[in-house]
């Protein structure tokens, strides 16, 4: 994170106080004290005045890294000590609007280091997030607004590994010059060689001991090319963690309805009714003499008794149509299966994995 100076000016409020609360205590020493609530609505605007990039609320698309709650911050390390984020009840791939909760620790600036102790405070500030989808997340895009697409997250965190490599490669000449610092002046002088004249030289100088007769021998050494070990270690790279995303592929059946369709529509139907009618026959021929008059049936029958045949008549009941009858059919229907989603697989994120074998949940 950048080291920042937004605390100057904000902490002018809380020094007052806290060097009012420190004059009723021991003089000359600033004491943690419970705080009324005005001290502590100052605390928190200063402590949150020293932070910069945490938003209102969060707009985001869903499935992003929970990373982007604290990505985005900017605060000097000298007076925030400590930024947690609970974001247990967020739901990353589900839309809605949630609550993670930031607990923020600060400490007080000292005066005097030998007489003061240094005053800390601990604050937690709510913070709505919306998890939106990708199609929400542009349209409020075009519309001004500031929501973050993971697409955007992870070009973000790309652009901030690539600047890490560059910052070394900055600050490495410095740490090159220091280290040359520390070797002697002499360490990168060469003896001077000289030609090989056929006489051999000793490397040591005796001097006889008369008290027991023994030559003690003694290396030279060049007093002006001793060379102190380097003792300072080589401390290992830090270690960033390259979060990838891991899923798991889940299988959805189809999902369908049954409804029914229409057969044939309703129709009305016209049935003929029939009735007995009663007609008179003739006993000699068959003839239906019903509808003659009686002078005509008269004549008929004698024609036949002059012939020697029967003669007369009967009665006899037949069926006839005497009406039609209307009979209503309703509608007749049938039931079959829509499919209204086909079967497909979705992958599921289930959490981050580092290549150095780090995890954590999404």
Request: aromatic share 8%.
């Amino acid at each position: 994170m950048k080291k920042t100076n937004y605390w100057t000016a904000a902490m002018a409020a809380v020094l007052l106080f806290s060097g009012c609360a420190a004059a009723q205590n021991t003089p000359g020493a600033i004491k943690t004290t419970p705080m009324v609530k005005e001290s502590a609505e100052t605390s928190k605007k200063a402590v949150l005045s020293a932070i910069k990039g945490m938003k209102e609320k969060f707009k985001v698309e869903q499935g992003i890294d929970p990373e982007v709650l604290t990505h985005y911050l900017e605060y000097d390390k000298e007076i925030i000590k400590e930024v947690k984020v609970d974001d247990s009840k967020v739901q990353w791939d589900k839309p809605g609007t949630y609550e993670a909760i930031y607990t923020i620790q600060a400490n007080f600036p000292q005066e005097d280091k030998k007489d003061r102790e240094q005053a800390s405070v601990e604050i937690t500030e709510k913070v709505p997030v919306q998890i939106m989808t990708p199609e929400e997340v542009e349209e409020d895009k075009k519309t001004g607004g500031d929501a973050i697409s993971k697409e955007d997250f992870e070009e973000d965190k790309t652009e901030e590994e690539t600047k890490k490599p560059e910052q070394s490669e900055v600050a490495k000449p410095e740490e090159d010059k220091k280290e040359e610092e520390s070797k002697p002046a002499d360490e990168d002088k060469k003896p001077e060689t000289k030609p090989d004249t056929g006489e051999s030289k000793p490397s040591t100088s005796t001097k006889p001991d008369t008290n027991n007769g023994t030559t003690d021998s003694k290396p030279t050494t060049n007093a002006g090319t001793t060379t102190k070990p380097n003792t300072t270690p080589n401390k290992p790279a830090a270690h960033t963690h390259n979060w990838e995303a891991q899923y798991k592929t889940v299988q959805h059946a189809e999902i369908g309805h049954n409804e029914q369709y229409v057969i044939r529509e309703a129709w009305t139907e016209y049935v003929p009714n029939y009735g007995l009618d009663e007609r008179m026959i003739c006993s000699g021929c068959g003839a239906d003499i019903t509808d003659w008059s009686e002078d005509q049936r008269d004549s008929h029958a004698e024609q036949h008794l002059f012939a020697g045949e029967k003669s007369g008549w009967y009665s006899d009941f037949i069926q006839i149509q005497i009406g039609t009858i209307s009979v209503e059919h309703p509608a007749e229907y049938g039931t079959r299966y829509v499919v209204d989603k086909p079967a497909w697989t979705e992958k599921v994120l289930t959490g981050y994995k580092c290549s150095c074998g780090a995890t954590k949940n999404r």
